[in-house]
């Protein structure tokens, strides 16, 4: 790095200079305000949300404050959450992934088949599951970062292929968790805190949002990804890889989808290629409310943790409640849309 | 008006292209253009909209590959591919478009592709980014730049004004150029105070020894800082003048074709 920039002439200009550009909400209205204040700290909105939930149930519903209660809601969220990871990757690089349900129930279905069918040893069938997720996110990768095909049409594509493939592997059947390794069971075991037993799973879950909360804040690669979402172009004349920086983002994101079948596994007990086929559209979800924004470039993969748990926390404090299951759905959509709405205003230029 | 271009034949430009040809579709956007540098000038790049002086640099700068035509560099012939490839050569380049990064912050922009990790373990083992040096750094940066007055390095560059983020763009180019240096419209979003110090900067840049290519529509920036100024049209060089040499009006009826390029 050369040091070309000579000093100041006049003795440091701009180093008193710190006169106002614009004060951001210094003498704006109260909207002006809130609309700053989000800008700047996009999960204000799902962490204020959820903590409204989780005060109105504690307070509507006695059950709900149960410490059992709020390990199984931990439980039920534990999947979806690990899928959101992945699904936050892609969409802050202006993608969506329709296909990380599929790989999870392939990758979930590969690794158990191997060890109950094949009898291979836990561990390895674990960790070729996960050689299967990754593998199908490179696939995605590949065709998103090289041939340069739209992510949409790309994991639709990819969806059906890898949900037939499931299908032929397991001939669309069931294998019983007592056939299996204990390995691929694990994330289903609880340990105890307190009187609260907490899932093994839902420690992986909570150790995976760090790691790449970490990598997205903390490194070179987090940085790419933000500005290959934001403007790939832009991106690219300043010198970012990012055919390489896609490429990469689908290929963890395969893996980590991987990780939830092997989470998936423990949470149901058996590895069945029916299971969840509601998780594509809820991880989405989860990454939406979490307040990261489908035009890529912006949001925090913390975001969609809340997401994630405003939605457990909701279907699970509404059903305590007595309200039936479709007001649960109601409610989800609302909230979608309302963080849509909200993004999009969050989003609009300051004028 | 017999003065052609002062060239030093003895001399070998820093930076050479022969007959580039770009096209788009059916839109020739480089018709065998041609293009010198030679060491240590500010050569003014001038022509009417659509003549091909973004495409002639972003040919120098790696955004586009030309599809025919040569590019050598200190006289030996180079490929550049990528932006990349032209930043490992050392020139550096400032787009029409600026290519900032709006969700990112001042910092982060101008270390984009060549962040500073933690020394040890952090940065080796954890790849942990150097947040406190890259805004160090960058403060110091943009204040010797001088052409901005912002708030705070952390802020994101989406919250500046497009003048700033023309200061960013700008700074980023001036603090890593090593080679040359690639100006497209520097100045287009500034006011007159801003202007001036950008043009202040190219002047010290050169003073260093360092080339810089300008492109610009503002006639007496270009007259007031160009040792040489490269006339496109219709995607060729029409003809290199000596600034000294011509008026503005007779330069700028070469520009338009109202006048033979002599
Ligand atoms: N990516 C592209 N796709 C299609 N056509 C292009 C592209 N880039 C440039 N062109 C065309 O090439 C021609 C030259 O464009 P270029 O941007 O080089 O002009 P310019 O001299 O920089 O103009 P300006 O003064 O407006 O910046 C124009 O006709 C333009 O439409
Ligand atoms: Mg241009």
Redesign the pocket.
Known sequence: MAELTPAPAGGGSAAAGTTTVDAPGRSAGLGARIHNTLHDKATLGPAIVLLIALVGFSVFTDRFLAANNLSLVLQQVMVVGTLGIAQTLIILTAGIDLSVGAIMVLSSIVMAKLSADSGVPGVLALLIGFGVGTLCGLINGILVSRVRLPPFIVTLGTLNIFIALNLYYSQSETIRGTDMSDVLLYTGNTFAIGDTRVAYGVLLMLGLFALVAYALRATAWGRHVYATGDDREAARLAGVQTTRVLLSVYTVAGLLCAVAGWILIGRIASASPQAGGSANLDSITAVVIGGTSLFGGRGLVIGTLFGALIVGVLRNGLALAGVDVLWQDFAVGFLVLTAVAIDQWIRKVKT | MSAAAPQAPTVTPILEAKGLVKR??N?T?LDGADFELMPGEILGVI??????????IKCLSGAQVPDEGTVRMNGEDVVIRTPLEARALGIETVY?TLAVSPALDIADNLYLGREIRKPGFQGKVLRRLDKKAMRAEAKHQMSDLGIMTIQKIEQQVESLSGGQRQGVAVARAAAFGSKVIILD?PTAALGVKESGKVLDLIQKVRQNGLPVILIS?NMPHVFEVADRIHI?RLGRRATVVDPKERTPNEVVAIMTGAAPAT
């Open positions: 788009f579709g839109v956007a022509g009417d909209n659509g003549a091909g002086k973004s495409s002639l029409q419209e529509h496109q």
